[in-house]
C-alpha cells in the first residue's frame, strides 16, 4: 500500500485495522540468482537498487538476527560528505544527493534532516587542516563553510566558545546539507522498498558457509538449509572477516568496539549536529530530544556489542566541558556496535578471487550515511560485474599497490582511523 | 503556605518535628524531613505532576521509586536547572524549587494536549508515512513542529557551578541493593571476612521493608535493617554507601555507581554535589529487588492511578493517604497488603481481583469493610486532572474513587546481572522474566531472584554472601543466622497482560506511560511485520523512555506475545543496556569538566613566557609561546619582530614539548639503525644526525634529531605531536619483532627542558654562559654534540638548525630550565637576544624549506619529500619494503615544491589548494596544495611550501593557489623549497 495522505486518512478512519505488513516473511526458496549475505542498511539498499536500477529481483537477503540489528540500528545518524580524499568525496556526495530524494523515492518517511554538520577547531595547526578539508570538498563540488568563533557560536550557542575553556574554540568548518536521519527508518524503508519489487528477505537465517566449486560460487550454507546462488554479495559490517574466511579471504580488516550514547530527552537546545576538534566527540539532538553522541573506539578489537567505563567517562567529559550545559543532563543509555576498520580508513568494494562473489564492508564509523550509495555502486557491480565509478578507488588491491585512501593520515593502524 | 491535606495524624518515617518549605510551580507548600517531593506532593493533595510526552495527556505521581514515568519534574534554577527528575527520588530540603515540565502555558492547561485529539492520526510510526509532502516541508515545517513538541523538561544554557568526583572502590563483594536480600547478605560475607560494599539509592537502609508493616525478629522492619547497617558500619571489612546508584555492570567486573553526596542538601560548592564511583569486585550479589508490573486497561493513565505497593508506601513510610476511597486492582495476593494498609489509615477499600474467587487464599486476611469483586477487571476510569471513578468489566458497575491501586506481579531488578550480556528467561511460576543463571561470580538475592517472600528472602540473602564469600576465598564458620520474619500471604500471580477488553479500546490502554504507547500502537505494530520485542520497541518507542521500560516492557512482551500467538517464554526480551537508571554527564565526567577536561602541560620556562607577554597556543595538552606582542604590535609584526632578530643576531625558543628518548645498551645502534631510513650505527661519537623513521606502510612518520653521546648511548627528539606514539612503537619494535636486541630505552621528555637558539650572534651570546665546552667552529662543528654547564647545571648541546642559521639545541635538566632560560636571556643581552614563539619558528623553517607537522600529515613518503637520498640501502628498516610499492614510487605523485606569488603582494594560506585553472570542480582538479605558508620578512613577500603533483618536475610552473571558502585565488609560482641561503653556508659558520 503507498502511503499518501488520502491513505493515512482512510485508515485512520477505520482505526488503522487495514496496513499491510511492511514486508513479507517468506520462506528462502531452493535457489536464487543473487544472495545477499547481511540485512543491514547495505545489504537492504544492494537489495533494493539491484531491483530498482538494474531490475534484478530473483534476490534474497539473508540475515542472521531481526532485520536492523546490527549497526545499522546502533549509530549515531550522521550524514555527511566532508571528505578529503577525491574517492571518498565524490562517493559520500553521491550518497548525500541520494538521501535528499530517499524519502520519495521509497515512500517512507526516512527523515533527513539537514541542519549542517559542524566541526570544530580549536588551533591554528587544525584551522589549516580545516581549511585544506573544506577546499578539497569545495572542489570536489560540496559545500563547505569556514565558521569563525562567533559564527560557531550563534550557530550552536550550547557549545563553550570563551577564552577561558580548556581548548577554547577558534571556529569551525560547516557543511550546511550535512545532517541526520532516523537510522532504524532506512532499514525499513529500504526493505519494504526491496520487498515490494519481488526480493526476499529472510531474518534468523545466519550463512554459515559458502559453497565454492572450482573456483566459483554455488551457494549458502544457513542455519535454515542450503540455499544455491549464482552470485554471493557479503556485506555484513562488523563480522566481514568471519563471512570472508567462509570462502577463505584474508581482509586488510579489524573489528572493533564504537561505543554510542543517548541522553533523557530535553528540548531543542542543538540544532546542528557538532563534533568537538579537541577530542573525541561527536553529537546530535534527535527529533525526540534525545542528544546521541560517540566517542572514539573502545581501543580493543572484539564481537561484543557493548562498551567500557574509560569511554563513558571521557566522552561525558567531552560532553560537559564541550557543552557545559550537558552537564546536568542524564545519560539514558549507552551501547556499542561492531566496526569493521580497514588499515587506510576508508572501505571496500570490490569483487573478489572467488568468481561470482563479492564483497563490501570496512565501513569503519562511517558507513551509515555511505547506505544510498554503497547499495548503488554495489548493485552496479554485482549486476554488471564491474565496478562503478564513484567506487572504483574501494579496491582490496589498493593494499599492495599502496594508492590507499587515508582520510585522516594515520595509517595502517585500523584503531586510529 | 497551603496545609498537608493528605498527611496521616501518625506514622512514617518522617520528622514532624520540622517543618521545610518547598515550592512547586511557584506555588508554596510544606513539607518534612524524610519526605521525597513525591510523598510531599501528595501530602499537599497534589496528584497532578506532567504531561506525558506525545499526546501531553495529564498524568499523576504513579510509584515511589525510580521507575516513576510521570512526575518528572525540573529542579532548580539557572545553571542548577535539572530536568526530567523523578519526584520520587528527590529529598526534599528547605528551599527546594521544582517545577513540571512538558506543558505550556501551565500544567492544568496544556495547549499541546490538542495532539490527544489527533491520536487517531498519529498512530505509532505514523511519521514513516506521512510528512513527505512537498518534499521540502520536512525540514522546514514538520520537523522544527516535532522538535518543539518533543523533549520533556528543558536545560537552562548555562554553566553547571557544581563539582563532581570521581572515586575507586575495590571489594571482594559488591551487593547492591540494602533491603533485607542484601542486608542479610553483606553481614555473612562480611562476617566470613570479605571485603564488602553495599550499595543502595536511598538514603536509609532496608529497601521495601520501609515502607511495609510486617516486622522481622519482632522489630519493624526499618529498624532491624538499621540495626544491621549498624553493626555493618561498625565493621572494617565493610563499606557502605547510601543514595548511591549502581547504574552498570562493564566487563571484568567493574562497576560504574552514583553517590549522591549534596543533592538532598541546600546547594553548596564546598563539598561536591556528587560522586561517580569505579568499582573494581570479583563477586556481585544483585539484591536489587522488584518492581511492580502496571495493569493495562482503557483510561489506566490518568492521575489517581498508582502502583499498589507505591500507595502502600505512602501510608506507611511516609504518613500520607493517597487517596480516601480506593480501589485496589490486582491479580496476585502482594496487592491485599495495600487493601488492609489503606483500610487501615481509614480509606474506603474496594477491591478488584481478576483471578477466580477459589484460587485466592489471601481474600482471608482482607479486613471488614472492604468489598472484594472476583473474576472482574476494571475496563475503564473516569476524571481528567484527576481520577473520579472506575468502571467494572463484567458487572459494568461504576465505582467512584479518588485513587486506583493496580498490580500485575513483579519483575526483578536484574539490569546488573543482564548488562554483560546474560539474557533472562522466563520464569512460569512467578510470570516474570528472572536470572536464573546469573554466571560465573554474580548471585542474586531476594526480589531480584523473583523470591517474594520475606522469610524465603533473608535466607536467600545469607546464602548468597556466604557462597560469594567462599568463591573469594573466605572460611565459612558455623551457620548463617536467619532471623525470624513476619508471615506474608502466599503471592499466587496469574498473568494478566491487558484486561479482555482492553482490545476495543486500544487507544487508550497504555502500556508505556511516559512515551504514551499503547496496546493499538502495538497492535499496528505486529500488523505491520514488528511484532518481533525488538522491532515493536523500535516502531512504537515502547521502553525508550527515562524509566527504559522498567514498567511497560514486559506487559508489552505478553501483549505482543498473545498478539503473534505464541507463548511469552519465546516472544524474547529486549536488551538490558547500561544505565539502569539515568546519571547526569557532569557526574560521570567528575573532575574532568570545564578546563580540567584536560591535564594542561606546562614547561618548564612557563612562568616567564607568562610574564613576558606570551600569547600562547594549544599544541596537544601543551601550552606554547605563540608570539610574544610588545607594545602595539598585532601577531604579524610580532612574528616578523621575533624572525628578524633570528636573521640578524640571535633569538630563543622553547622547544620543551620535543619528545625525547633516551637509550643505551650493545645493540642500541642497531636498534636505531631499524627504525630510521638512515644508517645510525655508523655515527661518531659526540655527533647529532637528522633522522627519519617511516611507518610499517613506508610513510614518514616521523623525524627529529639522533645524538650519539656514547658508544651504546644515543638520544634522540621526536616531534611534539608524534611523541607518545613513536615510544610505543619503539616498545612494539623492540618487544614484539626483535626482543634479542640488548637495548633499553626510556621517554625523558617530561625531564629534559629544551631551547633552541639560532642566529649569527649565538656563539657569541652563548659563550657567555656556557662552560666545560669550547663552542668555537673548530672545536664544536655543525651537528656536534657536546656537554657543559650552563647556570650551574649540566647541559647537553646540539649544534643543529631548523633555521638555517648557526643554530644551538640547549638540553637541560627540566628543574634547572627557567634558571637556564634566564642565564640565556642575561648572556644574550648584549646582542638583543629576543625569545620568539612557534609562528617565528614556522617562518624561520618555511624560508629554509624544512618540513615539519603540516608536510608530515602521514600521506607522504621521504621521496615525496625530497629526503629520498636519505633512504640507506645497504640495510632494512621498519617501513622500507612497503616503501618500494608502485603506488608509492610511481608518477602522479605529490612532491613537495616552494611556492611564491606571481605579484608580490599575494597572500598565500596554508590549506589552499593548487590548481592549474580557475573555476573547474571535480575530483582530480586539486593538484595539490599549500602545505605551510607565511610572509618571509626576510624575502619581503609571502613564502610557501607545498605538495604538488609531480611537483619535482614542475618547478617554474604557473599555478593557482585557491581557496573557495575565503574566495581567493593567487597566482603562483613552483620553486625550489628553500628561500633563504639555499647553499646551507650560515648555519655552518
Ligand atoms: C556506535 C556507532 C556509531 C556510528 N555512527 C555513525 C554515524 O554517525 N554516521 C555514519 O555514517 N556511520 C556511523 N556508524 C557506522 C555505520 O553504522 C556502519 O558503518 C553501517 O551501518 C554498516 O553497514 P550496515 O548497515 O549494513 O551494517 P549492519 O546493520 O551491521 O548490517 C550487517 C548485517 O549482517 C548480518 N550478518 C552478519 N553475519 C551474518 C551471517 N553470517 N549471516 C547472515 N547475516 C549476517 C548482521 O546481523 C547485520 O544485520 C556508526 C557505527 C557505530 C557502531
Known amino acids: 500500500m503507498r502511503y499518501s495522505l488520502s491513505s493515512i486518512l482512510r485508515n485512520a478512519a477505520t482505526g488503522h485495522k487495514h496496513w499491510p505488513k511492511q514486508w513479507r516473511q517468506p520462506e528462502p526458496k531452493k535457489a536464487y540468482d543473487i544472495v545477499i549475505v547481511g540485512g543491514g542498511g547495505h545489504g537492504l539498499a544492494t537489495a533494493y537498487y539491484l531491483a530498482r536500477n538494474h531490475g534484478l529481483t530473483n534476490i534474497a537477503v539473508l540475515e542472521k538476527g531481526y532485520l536492523g540489528n546490527g549497526n545499522i540500528g546502533r549509530n549515531t545518524t550522521i550524514v555527511r560528505s566532508n571528505y578529503l580524499c577525491p574517492e571518498n568525496g565524490q562517493f559520500y556526495e553521491h550518497s548525500l544527493k541520494l538521501w535528499e530524494g530517499l524519502s520519495q523515492d521509497l515512500n517512507y518517511n526516512v527523515m533527513l534532516s539537514q541542519r549542517g554538520v559542524?566541526?570544530?577547531?580549536?588551533?591554528?595547526?587544525?584551522?589549516?587542516?580545516?581549511?585544506?578539508?573544506?577546499?578539497?570538498?569545495?572542489?570536489?563540488?560540496?559545500?563547505?563553510?569556514?565558521?569563525?568563533?562567533?559564527?560557531?557560536?550563534?550557530?550552536?550557542?550550547?557549545?563553550?566558545?570563551?577564552?577561558?575553556?580548556?581548548?577554547?574554540?577558534?571556529?569551525?568548518?560547516?557543511?550546511?546539507?550535512?545532517?541526520?536521519?532516523?537510522?532504524?527508518?532506512?532499514?525499513?524503508?529500504?526493505?519494504?522498498?526491496?520487498?515490494?519489487?519481488?526480493?526476499?528477505?529472510?531474518?534468523?537465517?545466519?550463512?554459515?558457509?559458502?559453497?565454492?566449486?572450482?573456483?566459483?560460487?554455488?551457494?549458502?550454507?544457513?542455519?535454515?538449509?542450503?540455499?544455491?546462488?549464482?552470485?554471493?554479495?557479503?556485506?555484513?559490517?562488523?563480522?566481514?572477516?568471519?563471512?570472508?574466511?567462509?570462502?577463505?579471504?584474508?581482509?586488510?580488516?579489524?573489528s572493533h568496539v564504537l561505543q554510542c550514547f543517548v541522553t533523557e530527552p530535553v528540548k531543542p537546545i542543538l540544532d546542528t549536529v557538532v563534533s568537538f576538534g579537541a577530542d573525541h566527540f561527536a553529537v546530535v539532538q534527535s527529533d525526540k530530544g534525545g542528544l546521541v553522541f560517540n566517542g572514539s573506539l573502545d581501543g580493543y578489537n572484539s564481537y561484543a556489542q557493548r562498551g567500557n567505563m574509560e569511554t563513558l567517562e571521557s566522552v561525558a567529559a567531552c560532553a560537559s566541558s564541550f557543552m557545559p550545559c550537558m552537564s546536568r543532563l542524564r545519560l539514558l543509555r549507552h551501547w556499542g556496535g561492531i566496526n569493521d576498520m580497514t588499515m587506510d580508513g576508508s572501505p571496500i568494494i570490490t569483487r573478489t578471487p572467488v568468481k561470482g562473489l563479492y564483497f563490501n564492508?570496512?565501513?569503519?564509523?562511517?558507513?551509515?550515511?555511505?547506505?544510498?550509495?554503497?547499495?548503488?555502486?554495489?548493485?552496479?557491480?554485482?549486476?554488471?560485474?564491474?565496478?562503478h565509478e564513484f567506487a572504483s578507488g574501494f579496491t582490496l588491491s589498493r593494499f599492495e599497490t599502496g594508492l590507499v585512501i587515508n582520510e585522516n593520515g594515520a595509517g595502517p593502524q585500523p584503531g586510529l582511523h | 503556605?497551603?496545609?498537608?491535606?493528605?498527611?496521616?495524624?501518625?506514622?512514617?518515617?518522617?520528622?514532624?518535628?520540622?517543618?521545610?518549605?518547598?515550592?512547586?510551580?511557584?506555588?508554596?507548600?510544606?513539607?518534612?524531613?524524610?519526605?521525597?517531593?513525591?510523598?510531599?506532593?501528595?501530602?499537599?493533595?497534589?496528584?497532578?505532576?506532567?504531561?506525558?510526552?506525545?499526546?501531553?495527556?495529564?498524568?499523576?505521581?504513579?510509584?515511589?521509586?525510580?521507575?516513576?514515568?510521570?512526575?518528572?519534574?525540573?529542579?532548580?534554577?539557572?545553571?542548577?536547572?535539572?530536568?526530567?527528575?523523578?519526584?520520587?527520588?528527590?529529598?526534599?530540603?528547605?528551599?527546594?524549587?521544582?517545577?513540571?515540565?512538558?506543558?505550556?502555558?501551565?500544567?492544568?492547561?496544556?495547549?499541546?494536549?490538542?495532539?490527544?485529539?489527533?491520536?487517531?492520526?498519529?498512530?505509532?510510526?505514523?511519521?514513516?508515512?506521512?510528512?513527505?509532502?512537498?518534499?521540502?516541508?520536512?525540514?522546514?515545517?514538520?520537523?522544527?513542529?516535532?522538535?518543539?513538541?518533543?523533549?520533556?523538561?528543558?536545560?537552562?544554557?548555562?554553566?553547571?557551578?557544581?563539582?563532581?568526583?570521581?572515586?575507586?572502590?575495590?571489594?571482594?563483594?559488591?551487593?547492591?541493593?540494602?533491603?533485607?536480600?542484601?542486608?542479610?547478605?553483606?553481614?555473612?560475607a562480611a562476617l566470613a571476612g570479605?571485603?564488602?560494599?553495599?550499595?543502595?539509592?536511598?538514603?536509609?537502609?532496608?529497601?521495601?521493608?520501609?515502607?511495609?508493616?510486617?516486622?522481622?525478629?519482632?522489630?519493624?522492619?526499618?529498624?532491624?535493617?538499621?540495626?544491621?547497617?549498624?553493626?555493618?558500619?561498625?565493621?572494617?571489612?565493610?563499606?557502605?554507601?547510601?543514595?548511591?546508584?549502581?547504574?552498570?555492570?562493564?566487563?571484568?567486573?567493574?562497576?560504574?555507581?552514583?553517590?549522591?553526596?549534596?543533592?538532598?542538601?541546600?546547594?553548596?560548592?564546598?563539598?561536591?554535589?556528587?560522586?561517580?564511583?569505579?568499582?573494581?569486585?570479583?563477586?556481585?550479589?544483585?539484591?536489587?529487588?522488584?518492581?511492580e508490573r502496571p495493569l493495562v486497561f482503557a483510561g489506566n493513565d490518568r492521575p489517581g492511578v498508582m502502583l499498589a505497593a507505591a500507595a502502600r508506601s505512602y501510608v506507611n513510610r511516609y504518613g500520607v493517604l493517597p487517596g480516601r476511597n480506593v480501589v485496589v486492582f490486582t491479580n496476585n495476593d502482594d496487592a491485599y497488603r495495600t487493601a488492609n494498609d489503606l483500610a487501615g489509615a481509614g480509606a474506603r477499600v474496594t477491591l478488584v481481583d481478576s483471578r477466580a474467587e477459589g484460587e485466592v487464599a489471601a481474600r482471608a486476611l482482607?479486613?471488614?469493610?472492604?468489598?472484594?469483586?472476583?473474576?472482574?477487571?476494571?475496563?475503564?476510569?473516569?476524571?481528567?486532572?484527576?481520577?473520579?471513578?472506575?468502571?467494572?468489566?463484567?458487572?459494568?458497575?461504576?465505582?467512584?474513587?479518588?485513587?486506583?491501586?493496580?498490580?500485575?506481579?513483579?519483575?526483578?531488578?536484574?539490569?546488573?546481572?543482564?548488562?554483560?550480556?546474560?539474557?533472562?528467561?522466563?520464569?512460569?511460576?512467578?510470570?516474570?522474566?528472572?536470572?536464573?543463571?546469573?554466571?560465573?561470580?554474580?548471585?542474586?538475592?531476594?526480589?531480584?531472584?523473583?523470591?517474594?517472600?520475606?522469610?524465603?528472602?533473608?535466607?536467600?540473602?545469607?546464602?548468597?554472601?556466604?557462597?560469594?564469600?567462599?568463591?573469594?576465598?573466605?572460611?565459612?564458620s558455623g551457620k548463617a543466622d536467619i532471623p525470624k520474619a513476619g508471615q506474608l500471604p502466599a503471592y499466587g500471580v496469574e498473568a494478566l497482560w491487558r484486561v479482555p477488553d482492553a482490545m476495543s479500546k486500544a487507544q487508550g490502554s497504555f502500556v508505556d506511560l511516559q512515551n504514551d504507547v499503547t496496546v493499538a500502537d502495538l497492535e499496528l505494530a505486529e500488523r505491520e511485520g514488528f511484532g518481533h520485542a525488538e522491532h515493536a520497541k523500535r516502531y512504537t518507542t515502547l521502553g525508550m523512555a527515562t524509566d527504559q521500560g522498567k514498567l511497560g516492557n514486559v506487559n508489552a512482551l505478553g501483549i505482543l506475545s498473545e498478539l503473534r500467538d505464541m507463548p511469552v517464554a519465546q516472544a524474547g526480551t529486549t536488551t538490558f543496556r547500561p544505565l539502569a537508571t539515568p546519571v547526569a554527564l557532569g557526574a560521570i565526567a567528575g573532575q574532568a569538566r570545564g578546563r580540567d577536561l584536560r591535564p594542561v602541560r606546562h614547561t618548564a620556562m612557563y612562568r616567564w613566557h607568562e610574564s613576558h607577554d606570551a600569547v600562547f597556543t594549544q599544541a596537544g595538552l601543551?601550552?606554547?609561546?605563540?608570539?610574544?606582542?610588545?607594545?602595539?604590535?598585532?601577531?604579524?609584526?610580532?612574528?616578523?619582530?621575533?624572525?628578524?632578530?633570528?636573521?640578524?643576531?640571535?633569538?630563543?625558543?622553547?622547544?620543551?614539548?620535543?619528545?625525547?628518548?633516551?637509550?643505551?645498551?650493545?645493540?642500541?645502534?642497531?636498534?636505531?639503525?631499524?627504525?630510521?631510513?638512515?644508517?645510525?650505527?655508523?655515527?661518531?661519537?659526540?655527533?647529532?644526525?637528522?633522522?627519519?623513521?617511516?611507518?610499517?606502510?613506508?610513510?614518514?612518520?616521523?623525524?627529529?634529531?639522533?645524538?650519539?653521546?656514547?658508544?651504546?648511548?644515543?638520544?634522540?627528539?621526536?616531534?611534539?605531536?608524534?611523541?607518545?606514539?613513536?615510544?610505543?612503537?619503539?616498545?612494539?619494535?623492540?618487544?614484539?619483532?626483535?626482543?634479542?636486541?640488548?637495548?633499553?630505552?626510556?621517554?625523558?621528555?617530561?625531564?629534559?627542558?629544551?631551547?633552541?637558539?639560532?642566529?649569527?650572534?649565538?656563539?657569541?651570546?652563548?659563550?657567555?654562559?656556557?662552560?666545560?665546552?669550547?663552542?668555537?667552529?673548530?672545536?664544536?662543528?655543525?651537528?656536534?654534540?657536546?656537554?657543559?654547564?650552563?647556570?650551574?647545571?649540566?647541559?647537553?648541546?646540539?649544534?643543529?638548525?631548523?633555521?638555517?642559521?648557526?643554530?644551538?639545541?640547549?638540553?637541560?635538566?627540566?628543574?634547572?630550565?627557567?634558571?637556564?632560560?634566564r642565564a640565556i636571556m642575561e648572556a644574550g643581552e648584549p646582542y638583543g637576544i629576543t625569545s620568539f614563539g612557534t609562528e617565528a619558528m614556522t617562518v624561520l623553517r618555511v624560508e629554509k624549506g624544512h618540513v615539519a607537522g603540516p608536510e608530515l600529515d602521514g600521506r607522504t613518503t621521504a621521496a615525496d619529500l625530497g629526503l629520498g637520498r636519505m633512504m640507506a640501502r645497504k640495510k632494512d628498516y621498519i617501513g622500507r619494503a612497503m616503501a618500494e610499492r608502485e603506488g608509492l614510487v610511481g608518477a602522479g605523485r605529490q612532491q613537495l615544491i616552494g611556492l611564491k606569488p606571481v605579484g608580490k603582494d599575494g597572500a598565500l594560506r596554508m590549506g589552499a589548494h593548487l590548481v592549474n585553472e580557475l573555476g573547474a570542480v571535480g575530483p582530480d582538479v586539486s593538484q595539490g596544495r599549500v602545505t605551510s605558508a607565511a610572509y618571509s620578512p626576510t624575502c619581503g613577500h609571502f613564502i610557501a611550501l607545498g605538495v604538488l603533483r609531480d611537483g619535482r618536475s614542475r618547478i617554474g610552473e604557473r599555478l593557482y593557489a585557491v581557496s573557495p571558502l575565503h574566495e581567493e585565488q593567487v597566482e603562483v609560482t613552483v620553486t625550489q623549497g628553500v628561500f633563504v641561503d639555499a647553499q646551507g653556508e650560515r648555519m655552518r659558520v
Open chain 1, 118 to 254: 559542524l566541526n570544530t577547531f580549536h588551533t591554528p595547526a587544525q584551522r589549516d587542516a580545516a581549511i585544506r578539508r573544506g577546499n578539497a570538498m569545495r572542489l570536489h563540488g560540496v559545500d563547505a563553510v569556514l565558521l569563525n568563533r562567533e559564527e560557531v557560536k550563534k550557530l550552536a550557542p550550547a557549545i563553550d566558545c570563551s577564552p577561558g575553556a580548556r581548548f577554547p574554540v577558534r571556529g569551525g568548518l560547516l557543511q550546511p546539507r550535512g545532517g541526520s536521519v532516523r537510522h532504524d527508518a532506512v532499514a525499513w524503508g529500504f526493505a519494504r522498498g526491496a520487498d515490494a519489487r519481488g526480493v526476499d528477505i529472510i531474518q534468523n537465517c545466519e550463512v554459515t558457509g559458502i559453497r565454492i566449486e572450482s573456483g566459483r560460487v554455488r551457494g549458502v550454507e544457513t542455519t535454515r538449509g542450503s540455499i544455491a546462488a549464482k552470485k554471493i554479495a557479503i556485506v555484513v559490517a562488523g563480522r566481514s572477516t568471519l563471512v570472508g574466511n567462509m570462502a577463505g579471504l584474508r581482509l586488510p580488516i579489524e
Open chain 1, 361 to 387: 564492508g570496512g565501513w569503519c564509523y562511517g558507513g551509515f550515511k555511505a547506505t544510498p550509495a554503497s547499495g548503488w555502486t554495489y548493485a552496479h557491480l554485482i549486476a554488471n560485474d564491474e565496478p
Open chain 2, 1 to 188: 503556605m497551603t496545609g498537608q491535606s493528605h498527611r496521616l495524624p501518625q506514622g512514617g518515617l518522617i520528622d514532624r518535628a520540622q517543618t521545610l518549605s518547598f515550592t512547586f510551580d511557584g506555588r508554596a507548600l510544606s513539607a518534612h524531613p524524610g519526605d521525597t517531593l513525591a510523598s510531599a506532593l501528595l501530602a499537599n493533595g497534589v496528584h497532578l505532576t506532567g504531561r506525558s510526552f506525545k499526546y501531553h495527556r495529564p498524568r499523576g505521581l504513579y510509584s515511589s521509586g525510580p521507575e516513576e514515568p510521570n512526575a518528572l519534574v525540573t529542579l532548580g534554577t539557572s545553571g542548577r536547572t535539572e530536568p526530567n527528575i523523578p519526584a520520587t527520588m528527590v529529598e526534599v530540603y528547605d528551599g527546594l524549587v521544582a517545577r513540571s515540565q512538558n506543558r505550556w502555558p501551565s500544567l492544568k492547561f496544556d495547549a499541546l494536549a490538542v495532539n490527544s485529539l489527533l491520536k487517531p492520526f498519529f498512530p505509532a510510526g505514523f511519521y514513516y508515512k506521512t510528512f513527505m509532502w512537498p518534499r521540502s516541508f520536512w525540514c522546514r515545517l514538520y520537523e522544527p513542529m516535532i522538535r518543539r513538541a518533543a523533549g520533556l523538561g528543558a536545560l537552562a544554557n548555562e554553566p553547571d557551578p557544581d563539582r563532581y568526583k570521581h572515586a575507586h572502590a575495590h571489594c571482594d563483594i559488591l551487593v547492591v541493593g540494602a533491603g533485607p536480600a542484601g542486608l542479610m547478605a553483606a553481614r555473612e
Open chain 2, 194 to 291: 570479605a571485603r564488602v560494599l553495599l550499595a543502595d539509592e536511598r538514603p536509609a537502609p532496608g529497601g521495601h521493608l520501609s515502607g511495609e508493616t510486617i516486622g522481622i525478629d519482632g522489630k519493624p522492619g526499618a529498624a532491624w535493617a538499621g540495626a544491621v547497617a549498624d553493626e555493618l558500619a561498625a565493621m572494617e571489612n565493610v563499606r557502605l554507601l547510601s543514595r548511591t546508584t549502581v547504574y552498570g555492570r562493564y566487563d571484568g567486573m567493574t562497576f560504574g555507581a552514583v553517590e549522591r553526596v549534596g543533592d538532598h542538601r541546600a546547594p553548596d560548592s564546598s563539598s561536591p554535589r556528587q560522586r561517580s564511583w569505579t568499582i573494581h569486585s570479583d563477586q556481585l550479589i544483585c539484591a536489587a529487588g522488584a518492581i
Open chain 2, 366 to 476: 482482607l479486613p471488614a469493610g472492604v468489598e472484594a469483586h472476583y473474576g472482574e477487571y476494571v475496563a475503564g476510569t473516569k476524571g481528567r486532572a484527576h481520577l473520579r471513578g472506575v468502571t467494572l468489566a463484567s458487572s459494568g458497575r461504576g465505582i467512584a474513587c479518588d485513587l486506583l491501586c493496580v498490580s500485575g506481579g513483579w519483575n526483578p531488578t536484574i539490569h546488573l546481572l543482564s548488562h554483560t550480556g546474560r539474557k533472562p528467561v522466563w520464569d512460569e511460576a512467578t510470570a516474570s522474566f528472572a536470572m536464573t543463571d546469573p554466571g560465573d561470580g554474580a548471585f542474586a538475592a531476594g526480589g531480584a531472584a523473583a523470591t517474594f517472600d520475606l522469610g524465603l528472602t533473608l535466607r536467600e540473602g545469607a546464602t548468597a554472601g556466604r557462597a560469594a564469600a567462599r568463591a573469594c576465598g573466605c572460611r565459612l
Open chain 2, 622 to 821: 601543551w601550552l606554547r609561546p605563540y608570539y610574544y606582542p610588545r607594545e602595539g604590535e598585532d601577531f604579524a609584526a610580532a612574528a616578523a619582530r621575533e624572525v628578524h632578530a633570528v636573521r640578524s643576531s640571535v633569538g630563543m625558543v622553547d622547544i620543551s614539548t620535543l619528545g625525547k628518548i633516551e637509550l643505551k645498551g650493545p645493540d642500541a645502534g642497531a636498534f636505531l639503525d631499524r627504525l630510521y631510513i638512515n644508517s645510525i650505527s655508523k655515527m661518531k661519537l659526540g655527533r647529532t644526525r637528522y633522522g627519519v623513521m617511516l611507518r610499517e606502510d613506508g610513510m614518514v612518520f616521523d623525524d627529529g634529531v639522533v645524538a650519539r653521546l656514547g658508544e651504546d648511548h644515543f638520544f634522540i627528539t621526536v616531534t611534539t605531536a608524534h611523541a607518545a606514539q613513536v615510544m610505543q612503537h619503539m616498545e612494539f619494535c623492540h618487544q614484539v619483532h626483535w626482543p634479542e636486541l640488548d637495548v633499553q630505552f626510556c621517554s625523558v621528555s617530561e625531564a629534559w627542558a629544551a631551547i633552541a637558539v639560532a642566529g649569527p650572534n649565538t656563539r657569541d651570546a652563548l659563550a657567555r654562559c656556557v662552560t666545560g665546552l669550547d663552542l668555537s667552529n673548530e672545536a664544536f662543528p655543525f651537528l656536534a654534540a657536546g656537554e657543559g654547564r650552563i647556570d650551574g647545571a649540566p647541559v647537553r648541546i646540539f649544534r643543529v638548525s631548523f633555521s638555517g642559521e648557526l643554530g644551538y639545541e640547549i638540553f637541560a635538566p627540566a628543574g634547572s630550565g627557567a634558571g637556564v632560560w
